[in-house]
């Protein structure tokens, strides 16, 4: 994996690989990425796990809790960007998108209806993340916090789960060679995709 692709046909298509793989394997350095909003003090940047990719509309997608101040962010500027590093592949990912928040839908709720009892109960939290607290706390009641989670004890958390969809217009992949690095980009912004290799 430490050879980069030849071509640019070859390096979207690791791309999207190494996308899914994010998403099908927990232990994957691709299973998170860091995402940067826009708030009114410059960027906020969070590590998300990556839930979903559909290559054909370009979207990664992440689920996150509807009352955090990235969904008031993102909801004001849906410009969002993303970066991911593979270690073992050598290769960095930058992606520029668009972003679609979904909190009361048929697309929310089928994001919710896969998740497992242990991650709903993450949304069950009584404050808004990033409430301050006199003590360290998991936000949550105790009667929940002392019980393991089941689907009928963790619907409650379903008002606080957003999914948030993200178009890639913009793709920037840079594999780091020893003693030599290749870059590429694919750009989605006009009619058509523009792929072009880049000096790194």
Not at 16 to 32: I, Y
Request: aromatic letters at 8%; proline letters at 6%.
């Amino acid at each position: 994996m430490n050879n980069p692709p030849g071509t640019l046909a070859a390096v979207l298509t690791q791309c999207w690989s190494l996308f899914q793989e994010g998403v099908d394997d927990r232990h994957s350095a691709m299973h998170t990425g860091v995402v940067g909003s826009v708030s009114e003090q410059g960027c906020e940047l969070r590590t998300v796990v990556l839930r979903h990719v559909e290559p054909e509309r370009r979207i990664l997608s992440f689920h996150t809790d509807s009352r955090s101040p990235k969904v008031t962010e993102i909801l004001r500027h849906e410009r969002v960007q993303w970066v991911f590093y593979h270690p073992k592949a050598k290769v960095q990912l930058r992606v520029s998108t668009m972003a679609k928040v979904h909190e009361s839908d048929v697309h929310s709720d089928e994001a919710w209806h896969l998740l497992s009892p242990w991650t709903r109960r993450g949304y069950q939290i009584l404050q808004t993340p990033g409430t301050p607290s006199p003590i360290a706390t998991s936000g949550l009641a105790k009667w929940t916090a002392n019980q393991s989670p089941d689907i009928p004890n963790t619907r409650s958390g379903r008002e606080n789960f957003a999914l948030v969809e993200c178009r890639i217009d913009l793709l920037d992949w840079l594999h780091l060679g020893v003693g030599r690095n290749t870059r590429a980009q694919f750009d989605w912004r006009g009619t058509e995709l523009e792929a072009t290799w880049c000096t790194p």
